[in-house]
C-alpha cells in the first residue's frame, strides 16, 4: 500500500534511487528500492524498508550536499542545471523558500519544485546521470 500522508506526490513521478521523506517521522530519508503498481518501497539509512513514504521537502543545504555549487545570490548550478532560490510569504504570513528550476541555456526558469525527488528527476532527465549525494 502507498500513503501520501496528504502530501501531492503521485507514484508515476518516483523512480528507483529517489529520495523521499520515510513513515510520519519529519527528516527521516530513504532511498526508493521498488516501485509497483499500487505503490513503492523505500529503505531507510538504518535500512528499514517502508511503505509510507512522501515527498522530502528541498532545502539549500541539500542542494550543497547533492554537490550544487553556489553562482550567485541563492542561485546554485551543477551541470546544464540551475536552481534559484526566494523566501515566499505564505497565508499564514510565514517566509518559505521557492525553488525554481532551469536548465542553463535557458533564459526561462522552468518550473517550481518543492521534493528532492522531482530535482533528480529533472537532474536524470536533462543530464542522463543520476543526482545521489555520494
Excluded at 523505500?42 to 528541498?58: D, H, V
Amino acid at each position: 500500500m502507498y500513503y501520501l500522508n496528504n502530501n501531492n506526490m503521485d507514484i508515476k513521478s518516483l523512480r528507483i534511487g529517489n529520495i523521499v521523506q520515510a513513515g510520519v517521522k519529519k527528516g527521516t530519508s530513504a532511498v526508493v528500492i521498488l516501485l509497483k503498481e499500487e505503490g513503492a518501497i523505500a529503505r531507510t539509512e538504518k535500512g528499514i524498508e517502508m511503505e509510507q513514504i512522501s515527498p522530502f521537502n528541498l532545502t539549500e543545504s541539500i542542494l550543497t550536499n547533492l554537490k550544487f555549487e553556489q553562482s550567485g545570490n541563492r542561485i546554485y548550478k551543477k551541470a546544464c542545471i540551475r536552481v534559484e532560490v526566494k523566501d515566499i510569504s505564505t497565508s499564514s504570513g510565514k517566509k518559505e523558500p521557492q525553488f525554481m528550476i532551469k536548465l542553463e541555456d535557458s533564459s526561462q526558469w522552468k518550473k517550481i519544485i518543492t521534493g528532492v525527488h522531482e530535482l533528480q528527476n529533472f537532474y536524470y532527465e536533462h543530464t542522463g546521470q543520476e543526482l545521489t549525494n555520494e
